[in-house]
């Protein structure tokens, strides 16, 4: 079964203070996709990784930077998070490339105060 | 630019009755439609997605209507449970490259026992 655990679950900042939300995953696929839910928006793509170090940005993806420097973990990072950025973040895999369905983590709540 | 437009934001239905979540796209290039169901404090799941090569597709009590020429699509939930009581998103994606879903604004339901 698809594994995902994102780290940390639940984080508290500060604004201007750089936050890292990490993404891992059990089997070897190869997409993996970073997401924010806000009410009233639904999920929002910000970036996205199509294998080691190859990555492309999503339609909300000012503020955030991403790294894959290997194919299990995919990090997230707020250079210096502001107020705008609070939200849950979603990671998700993708288990099959016929089918385009998406596995999607238990997501990772950050409030910025 | 909301490329998925998903009504309504909330609906309350009575137990044993149809529940119906509506979405409308805009980008012709789409050809997948998923329906993914979130329970509280969990991560999306995949519930039901269809192709544009097909009209309906059902599973359980859970079916798809597609209308290719109106761009629109709906998600039915025949004699609905107090356990289909979660927020649900259509979502599209084009092509099979990058697996990017475009996701609505999500609907609240409620199935009153």
């Known amino acids: 079964d698809a594994g995902i655990t994102q780290s940390p679950r639940h984080k508290v900042t500060e604004t201007g203070t750089p936050v890292t939300l990490r993404c891992h995953q059990t089997?070897?696929?190869?997409?993996m996709y970073w997401y924010r839910q806000d009410p009233g928006h639904g999920l929002r793509l910000i970036h996205y990784s199509y294998g080691v170090k190859d990555t492309d940005k999503g339609e909300v993806s000012d503020g955030y930077s991403v790294s894959r420097s290997k194919t299990e973990d995919f990090l997230l990072t707020l250079e210096s998070a502001t107020s705008s950025q609070t939200s849950v973040y979603f990671c998700?895999?993708?288990?099959?490339?016929?089918?385009?369905?998406?596995?999607f983590g238990e997501g990772s709540r950050l409030t910025v105060l | 630019q909301q490329q998925v437009k998903q009504s309504p934001q909330s609906l309350i239905v009575q137990k044993g009755g149809i529940s119906i979540i509506n979405c409308a796209y805009e980008?012709?290039?789409?050809?997948?439609f998923p329906w993914y169901q979130q329970f509280p404090g969990k991560g999306p799941a995949l519930l039901i997605a269809?192709?544009?090569?097909?009209s309906e597709k059902k599973e359980g009590r859970f079916t798809i209507s597609f209308n290719k020429s109106a761009k629109q699509f709906s998600l039915h939930i025949m004699d609905s449970q107090p356990g289909d009581s979660a927020t649900y998103f259509c979502?599209?994606?084009?092509?099979?490259?990058?697996?990017?879903?475009?996701f609505g604004q999500g609907t609240t339901l409620q199935v009153k026992p």
């Open positions: 979502a599209a994606s084009k092509g099979s490259n990058t697996g990017k879903l475009i």
């Open positions: 089997e070897n696929h190869r997409y």
């Open positions: 269809i192709r544009p090569d097909v």
């Open positions: 998700a895999i993708r288990l099959d490339t016929n089918t385009g369905e998406l596995f």
């Open positions: 980008n012709t290039a789409f050809d997948y």
